[in-house]
């Protein structure tokens, strides 16, 4: 299978500690996208990678929330101090490198902080 | 901000029977794409069609086509010939020319029935 894949597909963690996700694309997708996704809503952009450079972050990216991809492949997305309010699927998202390429979606890490 | 609208949170249609499943957006912008995608339950999200805003003619894809109103900012979903794998939800999505920030509307949750 060489669609995009996620890594824990579950996460159940206490209040203030922190979680790591882990993302892999499509193989040669140069860009990669994080979407958090509540009960009830759409999905919403976090932050998105061209390669290893992270270009573009949401302002619902908050301290606590940081997303690497240091060799252009893989990315993590880790949060820090968990609150309660952080539960939600996390999504990652891969397309092939020039704008407006679909974006092909994983299933997705559901997080329920406790 | 771009801002995407699906009015209709709950559908259902009778297997083989058409349905359409309703979307506007509010923007100032000329150029940008619109997504339809599908997210089955427990499953992950898939793009059913997207719709590049230059383009006068409204996209096809098998049973799937779309109603793109410019003026309007009017982007409706309609599905013939309804299926019971079509069940899921879906979601509108818009995406400004050159930007990889996709806004989503809540979702409408279609069920069909046998």
């Known amino acids: 299978d060489t669609g995009v894949s996620q890594d824990p597909r579950h996460k159940i963690t206490k209040r203030g500690q922190n979680v790591t996700f882990r993302c892999d694309p499509i193989s040669e997708h140069n860009r990669l996208y994080w979407y958090r996704q509540t009960l009830g809503q759409g999905p919403e952009f976090l932050t998105y990678f061209q390669n290893e450079a992270q270009l573009e972050k949401s302002r619902l990216l908050s301290d606590r929330f940081s997303a690497e991809r240091p060799k252009g492949s893989f990315s993590t997305l880790e949060i820090q101090r968990t609150e309660q309010g952080d539960s939600a699927m996390y999504l990652c998202?891969?397309?092939?490198?020039?704008?407006?390429?679909?974006?092909?979606f994983g299933p997705g890490t559901r997080l329920l902080v406790l | 901000a771009q801002t995407v609208t699906q009015s209709q949170p709950e559908m259902s249609v009778q297997e083989a029977e058409t349905v359409t499943l309703s979307c506007t957006y509010d923007t100032s912008e000329s150029n940008y794409y619109l997504f339809w995608y599908k997210q089955p339950p427990s499953r992950q999200m898939i793009l059913v069609i997207r719709?590049?805003?230059?383009?006068?003619q409204n996209a096809t894809e098998n049973r799937f086509s779309v109603n793109f109103q410019k003026a309007a900012k009017s982007f409706s979903l309609k599905i013939s010939d309804s299926q019971l794998g079509d069940t899921a939800m879906y979601f509108c999505?818009?995406?400004?020319?050159?930007?990889?920030?996709?806004?989503f509307g809540a979702g409408t949750r279609l069920t069909v029935k046998p």
């Open positions: 998202a891969s397309s092939p490198g020039t704008n407006q390429e679909t974006q092909y």
């Open positions: 719709q590049e805003a230059y383009k006068q």
């Open positions: 999505a818009f995406m400004k020319n050159w930007e990889n920030d996709m806004r």
